[in-house]
Every structure is written in structure tokens, then in C-alpha cells.
């Protein structure tokens, strides 16, 4: 391989992905960055708290994330200045292990982290569990969830967070004398798939769900009142009061204007009739509060053009700084022999942690959006470079190394003219397997507003549609054939000639 070569490909590479986006006129308006959590309801009230920060001269910024650890981590960072949450959840899961009885104390407690609470909305989320319509046709008599007792071989199924929450189902089994060994997890809005199909019995609803009356699902009834009051809060960072002074009373304007009735109706809109939440959310402000909102929505094409900028930024950053320190660590490992297996293990340890955990991990040190997805996939691209990088050099046949060494050649001319062009297909090969992984563990970054072809398939299982499942996984699935398509033309570049014939005659 010659060296100046892999450099200005490298080069080239990093202007493209580190370029920074075309600069844009300075706005004074104070900026109010929203968050919501993955999942219809909390995306269209993250709408209607932008209306309302835009109706006070703010500049909104909406971003939806994962569940509650990953909001409210980034409302305790900064990385967002709102959001909608539910008492339940504060006072079980966020504020679990104080002692909090009155909402007094949940203020008290949220205010010493330097979070404010609004007053309810106006309608109480509570969790409840729900059974098919089918399932209630067969037994009439299960009504409540002691009812449950009865039947020890159904079949439950619970949204992920559901499945660890303190309010979740480890203390529901337990309050009620119910099998745990019965549960799996599985995420919230494909349990609406699997009750419907039959693969699950039983499932946790929010109680405004859209899917109730859809499907037709039989709630049970608590009836040892095990869940507790969720009435919807906006929470709100103590600073923003002092930023965007405007702001705050505009959103406080929410409070008591939506019921339960309401918010099932615009769920529905959302989900079930495939409004965009964009607009659902202005016709709600326009007929609540007066306030017309200018929305623009992006075309498919739009759409695709800016997913897929997206995704290579992130792929192209973290796999090209990955080959800048790969390389060297490579070499260093087949050169120095009692450094090799501590490099080896310490990059094939990264590679054992779940991608989508070590997304999380990151957000404390490195917030929400680009940064934290970038870095995990330059870890998890590390070991294919790494390990390849001392393959081939590691492999290369000792008369071969003999005779550099009968030349003369210092140690470095003889790593650049010989060593490297030997081993240079093992290391490309490295590096597409980086990038052909990394294409699609990207898409994990819609987890975390990190942007790319997770975005549209986040939300399509959000939304139950199919159609923005395929917007995100074709082009993904197309990206890392392209990719594949480009090491391959590479190769007839970076590699020396001579190697690549006698490769191929080999082959």
C-alpha cells in the first residue's frame, strides 16, 4: 500500500464527514430545546410545548429520545430545557428511594436538583393491563388483575422500562401473587402487534392509548389500586426562567387544558389516522389558545437526503478516526509481542459490551444527539482494524521479511515500503468490516437523537408503520452495499498491483 495514498484518501474522507454545516444567519431569539420520550403521546405534547415556546419569540428545538433515564439524565446535563413527565413516574423512578408522600415534597426534592414542576396538564396517564378481545370473549370473568391469579398460563408481555420500573412489573407480581416467570420484554408499541396476533395475553397500556378502543383491548381493573396517580407535569430547568424569561410563562400555559379524552383523541390523530405530530400539536394550540403556527414539513425526498447525510457523517467520523488510532495500535501489537494480547483483549472487551447500553453510558459524559453515537461506533470499529492490521502484518512470510532486512532498510522505511503493502488487503479488509458494521449499528442513534436512518425507523415502530420502517432499513441495507461496492474499487488503488493479481490467482 503507499502510504501517501491511504493518507489523502484519509484526507479527503475526513474533510467530507468533519466539514461543519454551512453557516446560517445569527438569530437572537433564545433557543428552548424540548424533549420528549419515544412514544406517541410524549412526541405530540413535545410539539405543543415548541408551539408555545415559539409563540413567546423563542426558537424551539424538539428532540425525541429514549425512555425516562435518557430524558431526564438530559434535562439534569442541559442537553434539554423541558419536558413532559408524569407524577407516577417522578416519584417512582426518577425520585425512587426518597420519601415523598405529597407533591410538596416532589417539588422540594426536583427543585434541589434545580428542575421546576408545573401544575397538571389536565389528564392522569396511569398504567393499567390489558388483555385481548379475543382473550375477554373466552373468559368474561377476568376483570380485575387479581383475576389473574386463575389463569397461571398466560402469557404476558411489557414494555422494556415497564419490566425494571419500581411501579413496574416486579412489584405488580408481587402485590398480586402473579407468575414472573411468564414475563418477557419487548417494546411497548410491538406489544400491540404481538396482543393482536396472539402471541402475548396480557400487556401494560397507558390509559390514553389510542390502541384501546383500536384494538379493542379489555382493561383490568387495579383493584388493589397498586398504580398511582400519573398526572402529565412539565418539567422545566431552573435556568430556563433566567434565559428565556418569556418562555416559561408561555408554557405554563398548558396546565389543566387537556383531558383524557383529549389526549386519546390526538394519539389517535398521530398513531392510528397518521397525522404528522407537527400538525396535530399546532391544531391543538391554534384551537386552545388562538396561536397559528407556520409548520413545514419535509418531503420524502427531503427526508431521505437528510437521513442519509446523516448517517454518513456519523459512519465516516468514527471510522475514520477509528483507522487513525486502529493502524498504530495494530502495528504496535504485532511489533512489540507482550503488548499484542493486552491490545487485542482491551479492543475485543469494547467489542463485548451492547451497543445500545454503551449509547447510554455516554450520554452523562457526552449528552444526547451526534456525539455520544459517534463515539460508540468508533469503539465498536476498532477491533476489525486492530485485529486485521496485526494479522497481516503478523502473517507475513519470514523470507520476505529477510530479505528487507538484507537490503538495509531502517526499521520505519522498511514498515512503509514493504510491511504495510504487504499486509495493506488485510487492513482495507478491516476497515470495510468496521464500516459495514457501523452502518447499521448506527441506526441505534435514533435512540438518542443522534440523527440517520434510525430516525424513521424508531418511528415507525413508534407509529406502527411500515412504510418508515423501509425509509430507514433499505437505504441502510443499500449504504452498506454501497459501502462494500467502494472498498472493493478502493482495494484496486491501495493495494499494490502484484498483490492483487497473485491474491486473485490465489483465490
Known amino acids: 500500500m503507499s502510504t501517501h495514498r491511504l493518507l489523502s484518501l484519509l484526507t479527503v474522507v475526513a474533510a467530507f464527514v468533519l466539514a461543519p454545516h454551512a453557516a446560517s444567519a445569527q438569530d437572537e431569539r433564545p433557543t428552548v430545546r424540548i424533549g420528549s420520550k419515544a412514544f406517541t403521546e410524549s412526541v405530540v405534547l413535545g410539539e405543543i410545548l415548541s408551539r408555545l415556546a415559539e409563540d413567546a419569540g423563542a426558537g424551539a428545538i424538539h428532540r425525541t429520545l429514549g425512555g425516562t433515564p435518557v430524558v431526564w439524565h438530559a434535562l439534569l446535563a442541559g442537553e434539554i430545557d423541558c419536558y413532559v413527565d408524569y407524577t407516577g413516574t417522578i416519584k417512582e423512578e426518577i425520585l425512587k428511594g426518597e420519601s415523598i408522600t405529597t407533591i410538596e415534597q416532589m417539588r422540594a426534592e426536583l427543585a434541589e436538583r434545580g428542575i421546576r414542576m408545573s401544575?397538571?396538564?389536565?389528564?392522569?396517564?396511569?398504567?393499567?393491563?390489558?388483555?385481548?378481545?379475543?382473550l375477554a370473549e373466552q373468559h368474561p370473568d377476568l376483570k380485575t388483575v387479581s383475576d389473574l391469579r386463575?389463569?397461571?398460563?398466560?402469557?404476558?408481555?411489557?414494555?422494556?422500562?415497564?419490566?425494571?420500573?419500581?411501579?413496574?412489573?416486579?412489584?405488580?407480581?408481587?402485590?398480586?401473587?402473579?407468575?414472573?416467570?411468564?414475563?418477557?420484554?419487548?417494546?411497548?408499541?410491538?406489544?400491540?402487534?404481538?396482543?393482536?396476533?396472539?402471541?402475548?395475553?396480557?400487556?401494560d397500556v397507558y390509559t390514553t392509548d389510542a390502541e384501546i378502543e383500536y384494538y379493542g383491548i379489555r382493561?383490568?381493573?387495579?383493584?388493589?389500586?397498586?398504580?398511582?396517580?400519573?398526572?402529565?407535569?412539565?418539567?422545566?430547568?431552573?435556568?430556563?426562567?433566567?434565559?428565556?424569561?418569556?418562555?416559561?410563562?408561555?408554557?405554563?400555559?398548558l396546565a389543566g387544558t387537556i383531558d383524557e379524552a383529549q389526549m386519546s383523541q390526538m394519539n389517535a390523530r398521530a398513531k392510528l389516522d397518521q397525522v404528522p405530530e407537527p400538525i396535530v400539536a399546532a391544531d391543538f394550540v391554534l384551537e386552545q389558545f388562538g396561536i397559528e403556527s407556520n409548520i413545514e414539513l419535509e418531503t420524502r425526498t427531503q427526508r431521505l437526503l437528510r437521513y442519509t447525510l446523516e448517517h454518513l457523517r456519523l459512519v465516516g467520523i468514527s471510522v475514520t478516526a477509528a483507522i487513525l488510532l486502529a493502524v498504530p495500535l495494530g502495528i504496535v501489537a504485532a511489533k512489540v509481542s507482550w503488548l499484542g494480547q493486552f491490545v487485542l483483549s482491551a479492543?475485543?472487551?469494547?467489542?463485548?459490551?451492547?451497543?445500545?447500553?454503551?449509547?447510554?453510558?455516554?450520554?452523562?459524559?457526552?449528552?444526547?444527539?451526534?456525539?455520544?453515537?459517534?463515539?460508540?461506533?468508533f469503539l465498536y470499529s476498532l477491533l476489525p482494524i486492530v485485529r486485521n492490521t496485526y494479522?497481516?502484518?503478523?502473517?507475513?512470510?519470514?523470507?520476505?521479511?529477510?530479505?528487507?532486512?538484507?537490503?538495509?532498510?531502517?526499521?520505519?522505511?522498511?514498515?512503509?515500503?514493504?510491511?504495510?503493502?504487504?499486509?495493506?488487503?488485510?487492513?482495507?479488509a478491516g476497515v470495510k468490516t468496521a464500516a459495514v458494521i457501523n452502518i447499521g449499528t448506527a441506526t441505534l442513534g435514533g435512540l438518542i437523537n443522534a440523527g440517520g436512518y434510525g430516525e424513521p425507523i424508531f418511528s415507525g415502530i413508534r407509529l406502527d408503520r411500515n412504510d418508515l420502517l423501509l425509509e430507514g432499513a433499505v437505504p441502510a441495507a443499500l449504504m452498506a452495499l454501497a459501502a462494500q461496492g467502494v472498498f472493493e474499487l478502493s482495494e484496486r488503488w491501495l493495494v499494490p498491483k502484484g498483490l492483487r493479481t497473485s491474491a486473485g490467482q490465489a483465490e
Open 150 to 203: 386463575r389463569y397461571p398460563d398466560l402469557r404476558y408481555g411489557f414494555g422494556n422500562e415497564f419490566m425494571d420500573r419500581s411501579d413496574g412489573w416486579p412489584a405488580l407480581s408481587a402485590a398480586y401473587g402473579l407468575p414472573r416467570a411468564n414475563a418477557s420484554g419487548l417494546d411497548h408499541d410491538l406489544a400491540y402487534r404481538g396482543l393482536e396476533a396472539g402471541s402475548i395475553d396480557v400487556m
Open 119 to 134: 401544575q397538571p396538564i389536565g389528564f392522569n396517564n396511569t398504567y393499567a393491563l390489558g388483555i385481548s378481545r379475543k
Open 219 to 253: 382493561l383490568l381493573k387495579d383493584d388493589q389500586r397498586f398504580f398511582p396517580e400519573y398526572d402529565a407535569v412539565i418539567l422545566y430547568r431552573e435556568d430556563l426562567e433566567e434565559r428565556a424569561p418569556e418562555v416559561v410563562p408561555s408554557l405554563l400555559r
Open 347 to 377: 479492543v475485543g472487551i469494547l467489542q463485548t459490551i451492547p451497543s445500545l447500553a454503551l449509547f447510554v453510558i455516554l450520554i452523562p459524559l457526552l449528552g444526547v444527539g451526534p456525539l455520544p453515537a459517534i463515539a460508540a461506533l
Open 391 to 428: 494479522t497481516g502484518l503478523h502473517d507475513i512470510s519470514p523470507p520476505l521479511l529477510e530479505s528487507a532486512e538484507a537490503l538495509g532498510l531502517p526499521s520505519g522505511a522498511k514498515l512503509r515500503l514493504i510491511e504495510l503493502p504487504l499486509a495493506s488487503r488485510a487492513i482495507l
